[in-house]
């Protein structure tokens, strides 16, 4: 009989959401539950009352309800050890777990071990340098090896925040100071590193790997900032573009031989087992491709935009994962183009409200409504707000700009209070295309 799964998938994003979805459309799958969820995956599963940490309910539930897979969406388990607690503990170390394990999670749990590993195995990156408060003279006079603007990265998980651009060098020292000396982000900052500011084009590439082969998936650019024309706060994403016009073949090419197959390579010299997604953060200097991150996860609204161009199933990459057969896959993606445009909570990234109900989600006909921060109140039988990034709305399309004019004309069915959005994601990449077509007139 063909395997069938029953599956525990961690977290609570439009990721997760995106990843249930596509799991639903599995032969493969028999029982789907996550933890916690939101209002999203609970079309397509069951969520369960427990935190993506917490490792005891997690592994009650999964002895109880005969889960024989767990998909880790977020990186926080993942860098807590939750696969080395699957592996160690003998009840469920046969149960597979997409998500790489604590030692392979550092390559997203610390910058200095992520630099170090690129610098053992030549993989293209920012020159760089780590300190310790021990060490903040010598931080400050390093600072002197570069021009503005000045990148410092706290060494841990920061929340998204550890990235620090600063404009001059005497900001520079100070957020130093903050980080070094005055604990600004605990632990995560009793280190720094400081490197060299990389001029470009950013963009991300993702791999699926067994820790031998791997699978590269579609590549994606996230828009960051919470106001239109990349200006504001940073935020975990407010829209994603799939494909990307300036990552040509010739570019792709590089980043697999430079990047992707040194990665997975050095990961096997390192003895570092790893299944699960590589997420490269790249920029695109002058067509040549640099690392300026790992994560051990998909990203988030880059999963909104991958996942819905993918033809394959998704579970069934899963089960090659696992069965240490990735190599026997062939990846099949669509050329359209898909675009998702995040619905967020007024205020957001900063405070914002909770609670607020959300309306005209069945009215959405030319998209996808993956859900993000939402929950389902059963007292009042209403979908609300229950998070800063509210939806991602996603509309695939032949080309980018039947793709963005879909999905603009479904975002005003959708309406919460305080609801905001971006408009103009994917409008740098159309300016693009219009300036190449006009070079090439
Ligand atoms: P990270 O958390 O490492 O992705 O960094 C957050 C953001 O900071 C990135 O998405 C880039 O926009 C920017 N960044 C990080 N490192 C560099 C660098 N070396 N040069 C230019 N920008 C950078
Ligand atoms: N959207 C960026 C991330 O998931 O890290």
């Not at 550092?106 to 021990?134: C, V, W």
């Not at 697999?256 to 990665?263: A, F, L, N, V």
Request: charged content about 20%.
């Amino acid at each position: 009989m063909a395997t069938k799964y029953t599956i525990l998938l961690l977290g609570s994003g439009g990721r997760e959401h995106t990843i249930a979805w596509k799991l639903s459309q599995s032969d493969m799958l028999d029982k789907l539950y996550c933890a916690p969820g939101n209002a999203g995956t609970a079309k397509h599963g069951t969520n369960l009352p427990f935190q993506d940490s917490d490792f005891q309910s997690i592994h009650q539930f999964v002895i109880a309800n005969n889960v024989n897979m767990l998909i880790v969406g977020p990186e926080n388990p993942l860098v807590l050890g939750i696969h080395d607690y699957f592996l160690e503990t003998p009840e469920l170390a046969g149960i597979p777990v997409i998500g790489p394990a604590k030692h392979a999670a550092m390559l997203e749990g610390s910058k200095d071990f992520a630099k170090e590993f690129m610098a053992r195995h030549t993989i293209p990156t920012a020159a760089y340098q780590t300190f310790n408060a021990g060490s903040f003279n010598s931080a400050v006079d390093f600072l002197d090896t570069f021009h503005a603007p000045y990148v410092l990265k706290a060494d841990g998980l920061a929340a998204g925040k550890g990235v620090v651009i600063c404009a001059t060098k005497e900001e520079a020292e100070l957020e130093l100071r903050e980080m070094l000396l005055n604990s600004k982000f605990g632990k995560a900052s009793e280190k720094v590193v400081i490197e060299q500011f990389l001029h470009g084009i950013e963009m991300s590439a993702f791999v699926l790997t067994d820790g031998n082969s791997y699978c590269i998936l579609p590549e994606a650019k996230d828009y960051k900032r919470i106001g239109n024309g990349d200006t504001g706060l940073n935020t975990g994403g407010m829209g994603c573009v799939s494909p990307l016009p300036f990552a040509t073949p010739e570019f792709m090419a590089k980043v697999e031989d430079r990047i992707i197959k040194p990665t997975i390579s050095g990961l096997q010299i390192d003895n570092i087992p790893y299944k699960g997604f590589i997420f490269f953060g790249l920029m695109n200097v002058n067509g040549e491709p640099f690392v300026i991150e790992y994560n051990c996860r998909l990203g988030d609204p880059e999963t909104e935009v991958i996942l819905p161009r993918l033809k394959n199933d998704l579970l069934e990459l899963f089960h090659l994962v696992a069965t240490n057969k990735l190599s026997s896959a062939k990846i099949d993606i669509a050329e359209e183009t898909a675009i998702c445009v995040m619905m967020v909570s007024g205020g957001y990234p900063g405070t914002y409200a909770k609670g607020m109900p959300v309306h005209g989600i069945s009215n959405i006909q030319n998209a996808l409504a993956f859900h993000a921060g939402t929950a389902f109140n059963p007292t009042v039988n209403q979908i609300l707000t229950n998070g800063g990034r509210v939806l991602g709305l996603t509309a695939i399309a032949p080309t980018l700009l039947e793709a963005k004019n879909q999905v603009y004309s479904q975002l005003p069915l959708i309406t919460f209070d305080g609801c905001y959005y971006r408009d103009d994601i994917g409008l740098d990449l159309l300016h693009y295309v219009e300036n190449l077509t006009n070079t090439n007139e």
